[in-house]
């Protein structure tokens, strides 16, 4: 199999690349990291964080708390959900929940809600 290189592309083009690993696969976003310099260098810009789906990151990993920050800060879809979910179910403040929930929404996070009536 050839090899595509990617370093031969535009610096813009690169983080979009790196932007669309991070929103696909957090596994292949740090093998990724790990191949050479420049891609981690674009992999920590924070712009990156914005397209991470925490909520497929496996759970054996421990997610800093400092990422979740800066997901949020960077208005990362799935911690605005998160946050959305944590408001309505555990705060009970339900106008709040639902107001991060349409944030995300509106940042094209979906979710599939099935509604069974017994």
Do not use: W
């Not at 800093?64 to 959900?81: D, G, I, V």
């Not at 639902?98 to 929404?105: N, P």
């Amino acid at each position: 199999m050839d090899h595509f290189p990617i370093l031969e592309l535009p610096e813009e083009i690169q983080a979009l690349v790196v932007e669309r690993v991070a929103g696909n696969s957090f596994t292949d976003l740090y093998g990724l990291r790990a191949s050479c310099k420049t891609m981690k260098a674009l992999a920590e810009r924070s712009r990156v964080n914005h397209f991470y789906d925490v909520l497929s990151v496996p759970r054996r990993l421990n997610i800093p708390p400092e990422l979740f920050k800066t997901c949020y800060a960077e208005r990362n879809p799935s911690t605005l959900y998160m946050k959305g979910v944590q408001f309505f179910f555990t705060f009970n403040l339900r106008e709040e929940g639902v107001a991060f929930m349409k944030l995300a929404a509106d940042e094209g996070y979906g979710v599939l809600c099935i509604h069974r009536n017994d």
